[in-house]
Nanobody, 114 residues
Framework: QVQLVESGGGLVQPGGSLRLSCAAS????????VGWYRQAPGQERELVAQ???????NYAASVKGRFTASRDGAKNTVYLQMNSLKPEDTAVYYC????????WGKGTLVTVSS
């Protein structure tokens, strides 16, 4: 059973930064891709950022240039560095891993508000 545990969410002012972490219970290179999704109240879950096995990244247009996804194989951890945060970035952020099926963390809440 794969476990993904997110951390790093919280309350931040507009323009601020946060770094989310996702600790996996197994080697992250055993997955085809890892990444982050988010779900705002009343909205569907959407892709934020992904890293494929080879290291190629893919970002939602709304976060490109502000968010950076990365991974540390030695720690089996995936990160999401979020800069220049906006109120519309407020959501529950979920870690995701895929290797023929999706695995999900329980999510961490990010609130961007003054």
């Amino acid at each position: 059973q794969v476990q993904l545990v997110e951390s790093g969410g919280g309350l931040v002012q507009p323009g601020g930064s946060l770094r989310l972490s996702c600790a996996a219970s197994r080697n992250i290179f055993s997955f085809n891709r890892v990444g982050w999704y988010r779900q705002a109240p009343g909205q569907e879950r959407e892709l934020v950022a992904q890293i494929d096995f080879g290291g190629l990244t893919n970002y939602a247009a709304s976060v490109k240039g502000r968010f950076t996804a990365s991974r540390d194989g030695a720690k089996n951890t995936v990160y999401l560095q979020m800069n220049s945060l906006k109120p519309e970035d407020t959501a529950v952020y979920y870690c995701n891993a895929f290797n023929g099926r999706d695995y999900w963390g329980k999510g961490t809440l990010v609130t961007v508000s003054s």
